[in-house]
DNA sequence: CTGCCTGCAAAGGATTTGCACTCAT
DNA sequence: ATGAGTGCAAATCCTTTGCAGGCAG
């Protein structure tokens, strides 16, 4: 899996490589977590630990549950993986965007990633650029000394459909 | 406990109102957790459903927990209680502010009550002026059609003290 | 009196943990 | 070969639900 002229994407190449560089072990269900969350990234889909881990048994049926929220969390750590707390249902994954570089630090704070809103009616998430909290961001700073984390927790509101 | 000369604080008393004036029963266990929140409320604490339910069980132990869960969709179906989810942390209650109108329509969209945010470190609950979310809400609004809830969820990131 | 609200107990879903074993390095 | 990762199963945590009885109106 390592000298073969692999056709898989850059980023989760990435990802594998930083993983290596840290000495961290490279196996099937971390290689198909990241498979997995990457592919839903390109969609503009926002899994679940739960969806995540179905999805993962699909790839490597003996991949236990209990092992992909592990992985979540230590790839979490890595800072390969970003997460997203959606007020109205549990926590989604994203590929850290950008990935760290090959040496890797704990816990990312201001990665670019994206801000998020969810709708509280049908539970629709939109990607929303981080800029559009910037001033928030520096009246945060500014009156508290607070230090906001842009893309870490989805803002609740109702979406265009459900207003009717 | 109607006609008494009671000295309990004005915003209970609506409360109760609110709920009469819907055909709502005032019980002990409503009456209590009323209670609570506002007393929390004026020290600026965040309670969640648990916490509740705990100081609930002092000043009525007969009330069993599952009664505090149904009180509190009750109380915030009827508009008397709002909620904030903060993503490290599950989901904390406040009286309304304001109190809707007498008669009471379902589920407050934009009351006035303040945004919160939340440090993901030491888990401290900031307050803020809602109207730092407002320009955030009028892109949304433009961009999306999407109705910003301001104080529905917290935004997270890390606080003064625990940046050093 | 009536039925809304409650207590109790048990179910439920999501995430975590202890342990022994396996496989990536 | 060595221990980081894993599978499995059981344990938690928080919240919800079904049911029968009790109290507010």
Redesign the pocket.
């Known amino acids: 899996m390592?000298a073969l002229p692999h056709s898989e994407s850059p980023r989760v190449a990435s990802a594998l490589a930083i993983l290596?560089a840290n000495?961290?072990?490279?196996?099937?269900?971390?290689y198909a977590v990241l498979r997995v969350v990457e592919a839903a990234d390109l969609s503009a889909e926002h899994l679940?630990?739960?969806t995540i881990g179905a999805r993962v048994s699909e790839l490597?049926p003996?991949?236990?549950?209990?092992?992909v929220?592990?992985?979540l969390?230590?790839l979490t750590e890595l800072g390969v993986l970003t997460h997203v707390h959606l007020a109205a249902a549990?926590?989604v994954y994203h590929l850290a965007d950008p990935l760290p570089e090959a040496a890797a630090p704990t816990s990312r704070t201001s990665v670019t990633d994206h801000a998020h809103v969810q709708c509280v009616e049908c539970g629709a998430v939109l990607d929303v650029p981080p800029s559009v909290l910037d001033e928030v961001a520096v009246w945060l700073r500014d009156a508290l000394g607070f230090e906001l984390d842009t893309s870490h927790a989805a803002l609740l509101g109702r979406c265009r459909d459900c207003l009717r």
Do not use: K, L, N
């Not at 003996?62 to 092992?67: K, P």
């Open positions: 390592e290596r000495g961290e072990r490279v196996t099937p269900a971390r679940s630990a739960d490597e003996t991949v236990h549950r209990a092992t929220y592990r992985t969390t230590a549990g926590t």
